[in-house]
T-cell receptor, first 116, second 111 residues
Framework: GAGVSQTPSNKVTEKGKYVELRCDPI?????LYWYRQSLGQGPEFLIY????????DSGLPNDRFFAVRPEGSVSTLKIQRTERGDSAVYLC??????????????FGPGTRLTVL | GQQLNQSPQSMFIQEGEDVSMNCTSS?????WLWYKQDPGEGPVLLIA?????ELTSNGRLTAQFGITRKDSFLNISASIPSDVGIYFC???????????FGTGTRLKVLA
């Protein structure tokens, strides 16, 4: 079956611009996560959706970052007024449910964002 | 953000050798996951562990859930060149949804 997909695979933008990153989770997965991975680091949690609602957005670095999942499937991570420090790989993951005991997260290939 | 401590940070080994790496936490976890990440790709799930003391294998890979519930171990037997990559652990506490990832172990296999 299809795994988690993310588009675009690469995004180059200029400082101050607005970007949208898209994630299409595995069909039937109600939980969706966004992570950010800087060079040489492990993924760092940004936001978690259970269904349509953001259950935990405590990892978003500031109010320039926002994410939506209006129909409980596809999610979009939005970054306003991008800064060079936002450059990273943005990873999306999904799982059957967020808090169940047997809960494995599956990742997409990521979007590499470069802010010039 | 918080990251788990993985050891070693990197290692060079000869093809055919066995590899061991570990991950430690200051918190008690009820789930451990091990991932492998190749350059330009997302992490791929290798093994999931759900019970303290559990030993689970996936081909040449074996992972263990530490009995203290604060650590986990991954072993790769008879390494091959395609084992090259970065291995990440991730842990989660009971009743939560958030996984915390390790800093990664970079493995390079010399043919």
């Amino acid at each position: 079956g299809a795994g988690v997909s993310q588009t675009p695979s690469n995004k180059v933008t200029e400082k101050g611009k607005y970007v949208e990153l898209r994630c299409d989770p595995i069909s039937g997965h109600t939980a969706l996560y966004w992570y950010r991975q800087s060079l040489g680091q492990g993924p760092e949690f940004l936001i978690y959706f259970q269904g349509t609602g953001a259950a935990d957005d405590s990892g978003l670095p500031n109010d320039r970052f926002f994410a939506v999942r209006p129909e409980g499937s596809v999610s979009t991570l939005k970054i306003q007024r991008t800064e060079r420090g936002d450059s990273a790989v943005y990873l999306c993951a999904s799982s059957l449910s967020g808090t169940r005991s047997y809960n494995e997260q599956f990742f997409g290939p990521g979007t590499r964002l470069t802010v010039l | 953000g918080q990251q788990l401590n993985q050891s070693p940070q990197s290692m060079f080994i000869q093809e055919g050798e066995d590899v061991s790496m570990n991950c430690t936490s200051s918190s008690i976890f009820n789930t451990w996951l091990w991932y492998k990440q190749d350059p330009g790709e997302g992490p791929v799930l290798l093994i999931a562990l759900y019970k303290a003391g559990e030993l689970t294998s996936n081909g040449r890979l074996t992972a263990q859930f530490g009995i203290t519930r604060k650590d986990s171990f991954l072993n790769i037997s008879a390494s091959i060149p395609s084992d090259v990559g970065i291995y990440f652990c991730a842990g989660r506490t009971s009743g939560t949804y958030k996984y915390i990832f390790g800093t990664g172990t970079r493995l390079k296999v010399l043919a």
